[in-house]
């Protein structure tokens, strides 16, 4: 099993990060971190990497569901996006599935929440 719903896009890293951004608000997510792994490693460590970005997605409605659900599953929220810079002009996407990352977890209740979550964030690749 797949633990990620991945896209190729013909674009540079900030249009797809744009791109994907509003892909994920039609489906009612937000991003609530946006980490630079590309610049953060130069700064920590001092190594060259391509573009990549790792963006928090959530939904509000369905974060509180799944909270309520299993108190603990904070450990495993935000859903993850990475997009990374292949070359100058083309960038991958690659959208968490929160099925497969939450199969640990047994929890019918929260089971119905992930797989409501999954469905939204396969569109938003699709959308892509």
Do not use: W
């Not at 009612?28 to 610049?39: E, H, P, R, W, Y």
């Not at 977890?105 to 569109?123: D, F, H, P």
């Amino acid at each position: 099993m797949s633990y990620s719903f991945n896209k190729t896009l013909n674009c540079t890293l900030s249009e797809a990060i744009e791109k994907v951004t509003e892909a994920l608000k039609v489906e009612g997510f937000g991003i609530l971190t946006d980490i630079d792994v590309q610049a953060t490693l130069k700064a920590k460590i001092n190594k060259d990497m391509p573009g990549y970005r790792i963006l928090g997605a959530c939904s509000p409605p369905l974060a509180f569901q799944a909270i309520s659900a299993e108190p603990l599953i904070g450990t495993m929220l935000p859903c993850n996006v990475v997009v990374r810079e292949l070359d100058a002009h083309k960038t991958e996407i690659a959208i968490i599935d929160p099925v497969a990352s939450m199969l640990a977890v047994k929890n019918e209740s929260l089971g119905q929440v992930a797989i409501e979550v999954q469905t939204k964030l396969k569109r938003v690749a699709e959308a892509l």
